[in-house]
C-alpha cells in the first residue's frame, strides 16, 4: 500500500523560506511522476511544482522562480524548497505521486 506524508509545514513572515518534504513509502519512489498542489481557504486546489521522473520540472507563473522541487530516490522523498514567501502562498500543501497517490496535506501560512 503506497502512502505519501508531508512534513515541514509551519508559520512563517513574508519573505521567508521554508522546505516541505513528502515521504514515499510502500513503493519506490523513481516510479513516480512526482507533483506539489495547494488550496487555500475558499479556493480551487492548484498546482504548484512537478517534477518528472527523469528528473524534469515544471512551475505555475506564480511561483516559478520562488520555489524548488527536487527528488532523493534513495531516501523516497520529495522537496519543495519555497523562497520569498508572500502572503498569498498561505494554504494547505499537498504531495502527490503519478497524480493517484496523495498525502493528508501540511498548512503554509505566511504572515507577519
Known amino acids: 500500500q503506497v502512502q505519501v506524508m508531508e512534513s515541514g509545514g509551519g508559520l512563517v513572515q513574508p519573505g521567508g523560506s521554508l522546505r516541505l518534504s513528502c515521504v514515499v513509502s510502500?513503493?519506490?519512489?523513481?516510479?513516480?511522476?512526482m507533483a506539489w498542489y495547494r488550496q487555500a481557504p475558499g479556493k480551487s486546489r492548484e498546482w504548484v511544482a512537478v517534477i518528472t521522473r527523469p528528473g524534469t520540472t515544471n512551475y505555475p507563473g506564480s511561483v516559478k522562480g520562488r520555489f524548488t522541487i527536487s527528488r532523493d530516490n534513495a531516501k523516497n522523498t520529495v522537496y519543495l524548497q519555497m523562497n520569498s514567501l508572500k502572503p498569498e502562498d498561505t494554504a494547505i500543501y499537498y504531495c502527490?505521486?503519478?497524480?493517484?497517490?496523495w498525502g493528508q496535506g501540511i498548512q503554509v501560512t505566511v504572515s507577519s
Open positions: 502527490g505521486g503519478n497524480g493517484i497517490y
Open positions: 510502500g513503493s519506490i519512489l523513481s516510479e513516480f511522476s
